[in-house]
T-cell receptor
């Protein structure tokens, strides 16, 4: 199984809603990532988890709250989002942790959640 | 500062012809990795090819090859025998160690490739 599964594929929410994005992988990867991608832009790193611990937070607003319940799951909890948060949210995983200088570890991406905030 | 630069916002190529997508990068870390990803209109990011900073030979994966010129800090993707299914956005990316000691992957702005029948 070489897949990263993201649910839901599409999400429309109001600014007062609370919702969660889910990501799952069963490749035994110990690093998981959230990226945000606006239309016609490159993915921008939001968070990195290594061994279920948050290792990188790229100054993301607190209305985005990541959670890594176990080594296979990664959630992104959304609350009080703004219309400018509408984007494609991509989850990815890689084999090792950041402290290993294995620069050939490629990211495996999910197909993303297209989020629209009204 | 821009770490990964892709200067071609869009490219056209005739079907069955070869095309080169440009990528230059900037890092002071001697250990880094360079990747190319393909993103079709459906949104998923598909890994194409990898080049390590210490690799002596240019990477190849089927129709994809990477023209790695370390001194010039360039890592251009060459697609041979283009197919209609190659039409997509292509991102160059670099893995390096962040200030906190953890690895990050940063993407360039992308090149939209369109293959013409």
């Amino acid at each position: 199984d070489t897949e990263v599964t993201q649910t839901p594929k599409h999400l429309v929410m109001g600014m007062t809603n609370k919702k969660s994005l889910k990501c799952e992988q069963h490749m035994g990867h110990r690093a998981m990532y959230w990226y945000k991608q606006k239309a016609k832009k490159p993915p921008e790193l939001m968070f990195v988890y290594s061994y279920e611990k948050l290792s990188i937070n790229e100054s993301v607003p607190s209305r985005f709250s990541p959670e890594c319940p176990n080594s296979s799951l990664l959630n992104l909890h959304l609350h009080a989002l703004q219309p400018e948060d509408s984007a494609l949210y991509l989850c990815a995983s890689s084999r090792g942790t950041g402290t290993v200088r294995a620069t050939n570890e490629k990211l495996f991406f999910g197909s993303g959640t297209q989020l629209s905030v009204l | 500062a821009q770490k990964i630069t892709q200067t071609q916002p869009g490219m056209f190529v005739q079907e069955k012809e070869a095309v080169t997508l440009d990528c230059t990068y900037d890092t002071s870390d001697p250990s880094y990795g360079l990747f190319w990803y393909k993103q079709p209109s459906s949104g998923e990011m598909i890994f194409l090819i990898y080049q390590g900073s210490y690799d002596q030979q240019n990477a190849t994966e089927g129709r994809y090859s990477l023209n790695f010129q370390k001194a010039r800090k360039s890592a251009n993707l060459v697609i041979s025998a283009s197919q209609l299914g190659d039409s997509a956005m292509y991102f160059c990316a670099m893995r390096e160690v962040s200030s906190g000691g953890y690895q990050k992957v940063t993407f360039g702005t992308g090149t939209k490739l369109q293959v013409i029948p």
